[in-house]
């Protein structure tokens, strides 16, 4: 049986040539990959049996987007420029992503981060039509046969979320998929991986949001969540599927909670191309963060003395990161962990309590710490004190943890501190940026994990640095499939964020700005993707023939960084063939 009715063209380097349509009249219009709407020029429409089914004005894609941006901006909300776009994206995908990329850094937060959220928790009600797949108890025992029947299937990039720890606001049960389509939209527009390479994946296990299992029009699954032997049986199912397949495609676990995340990412490093951007990109990014600030001070990481709070999955990924590098740095490994603090709900994690397996790396020996001789006593603020925290990193979503005071005490330790208000979205960051500047009278180095407007400071505006994932896993993504690496080591996100910290430009270190703005998001992407795909080379994790279209880098860096600027996509309308 046939799946596809048009295919992609590639030329040596894997860059797409065009596409040959073996559709006709109204079939040719249903295909967001293939359609361009009122730009089918005349003689298309003839070849392609589409006269008299457009008006007859011919757009340009120039057209086309101007017009698209005027409706979004008559838009009153948001969600509803969410809506708008991927409207937009399932009836012509080069549109939608040229009218992202007129403005990324306008458009990122509709199209992910914090918009995304919202579209999460509305998704049964705002349910438009079908994208990407969904796996729940009822089909995955025909998971293979399911993935075969996919429209596009050149699949390089593959989301997949259990829909556990969406964004902070946590379990939203089949209601995560839209986490996996804004995740491939920046792929997309990060590395230029084009869409038909991409596919988003939801594996609904059952909700244990009682909101959503007594809502009449919820269409997830409406059972408990599998726990257990159960869900990773069902983890099991799905993960020999997409290996049978899509043997050489990459696997993006996305939103996994705490020690599930921990849990798949490390039972499938070998089993399956994949990583766990929650954990490894989150911690890549913060990694780039910090590197950029020791730019700014001239100092050592290694000097320098770490406290993630929050010790969720992303804390304890940013630790994991953070104790990568200084070991690269010359420390041992229990000098650098001796540096690096976690702290939950309790306070600082020590291992004289029950702990999930996941936080056990970092704890510490409470008969080490002199200041901690009751539980009251284990606070961030006395951490800060005690410890002489000179890098703080806020993972816990709760919102005004980072006072005037904790500012102050930083401030003590370092001339320049660095604290990092990482938690999405922005109704949960744990400082605002215009705070921290002014208690530290503008000597902090503050990055944010969502957007926030410049904050003004002495008479001058100061840009804040967004520490987004979308300068790592896009270009991380690229690497991989370029270079045809068989498995995600973790020097790849060390690779990846030294290159994003080297993208900070010397006027924005002058300033103490610690992240590259979003409108270099593509750039960024390719020297990620030339890095770490030069990495898995130097590894010896390649495979020479790749997947998309058998291009060969014959382990040569050079011929390499050539197949990736060529493989990386712009939205731009292809002839047919």
Avoid at 230 to 236: G, S
Wanted: charged residues 25%; negative net charge; proline residues 4%.
């Amino acid at each position: 049986m046939e799946i596809n009715h048009y295919e992609f063209k590639y030329g040596e380097f894997g860059e797409t040539l065009g596409v040959h349509i073996n559709l006709r009249g109204f079939d040719v219009l249903r295909f967001n990959n293939i359609s361009k709407g009122t730009a089918f020029t005349i003689d298309e429409r003839r070849k392609l049996k589409l006269s008299g089914f457009l008006p007859p004005r011919v757009k340009t894609l120039e057209d086309q987007v101007k017009s698209s941006l005027d409706i979004v901006d008559k838009k009153e909300s948001d969600i509803e420029k969410f809506i708008y776009i991927r409207s937009l994206y399932d009836r012509n995908v080069v549109l939608a992503h040229a009218v992202i990329a007129s403005d990324i850094t306008k458009f990122l937060p509709i199209i992910y981060t914090p918009t995304v959220g919202l579209a999460c928790q509305q998704y049964s009600r705002l349910f438009r039509g079908a994208n990407g797949i969904h796996f729940y108890p009822g089909n995955i025992d025909y998971a293979e046969y399911i993935l075969r029947n996919y429209t596009d299937q050149d699949i390089g990039i593959a989301v997949v979320t259990d829909n556990q720890g969406i964004l902070g606001i946590g379990d939203q049960g089949a209601g995560g998929i839209p986490i996996c389509l804004g995740k491939l939209m920046l792929y997309t527009q990060g590395a230029g991986i084009a869409p038909w390479h991409c596919l988003p994946i939801s594996l609904d296990v059952g909700t244990d949001n009682e909101e959503l299992l007594n809502d009449p029009n919820y269409l997830g699954w409406r059972h408990k969540r599998l726990k257990g032997d159960e869900y990773y049986e069902f983890i099991e199912k799905f993960v020999n599927a997409f290996k049978k397949r899509f043997p050489h495609a990459l696997c993006q676990w996305e939103d996994f909670s705490k020690q599930t995340a921990f849990t798949v990412r490390d039972k499938y490093l070998k089993e399956l191309i994949s990583f766990n951007d929650d954990i490894q990109g989150t911690g890549s990014v913060a990694l780039a963060g910090i590197l950029a600030a020791m730019k700014v001070t001239k100092q050592k990481m290694t000097d320098q003395v770490y406290l993630v709070s929050g010790a969720g999955a992303g804390g304890v990924g940013i630790a994991e990161q953070i104790q990568t590098e200084l070991m690269e740095q010359g420390l041992s490994e229990k000098d650098a962990i001796a540096k690096i603090f976690t702290m939950d709900s309790r306070g600082i994690v020590t291992f004289d309590r029950e702990l999930e397996p996941y936080k056990m790396k970092f704890a510490k020996d409470p008969e080490t710490m002199a200041w901690l001789k009751t539980p009251e006593d284990n606070t961030l603020l006395a951490s800060i004190k005690n410890e002489k925290i000179t890098v703080l990193i806020g993972t816990s979503g709760q919102p005004g943890q980072f006072t005037k005071q904790i500012v102050d005490a930083m401030c003590e330790n370092s001339h320049r501190p660095v604290i990092l208000p990482l938690s999405n979205p922005t109704t949960k960051c744990e400082a605002l940026p215009k705070d921290i500047y002014e208690w530290s009278n503008g000597k902090a180095l503050v990055a944010t994990g969502s957007p926030f407007d410049p904050v003004h400071h002495n008479g001058k505006d100061y840009r804040i640095g967004q520490m987004n994932n979308a300068f790592i896993f896009p270009g991380l993504g690229l690497g991989v499939v370029a270079s045809g690496a068989t498995e995600v080591l973790p020097v790849f996100f060390s690779a990846a964020a030294h290159a994003v910290a080297e993208f900070v430009s010397e006027d924005d270190i002058k300033d103490g700005i610690l992240f590259p703005s979003l409108d270099k998001l593509r750039s960024v992407s390719l020297e990620v993707a030339k890095r770490v795909g030069a990495e898995a080379i130097k590894a010896g994790v390649t495979q020479k023939d790749c997947a998309f279209s058998k291009f060969n880098h014959n382990n040569d860096p050079e011929r390499l960084n050539t197949i990736v600027d060529k493989m990386c996509w712009s939205p731009r309308y292809f002839d047919q063939l």
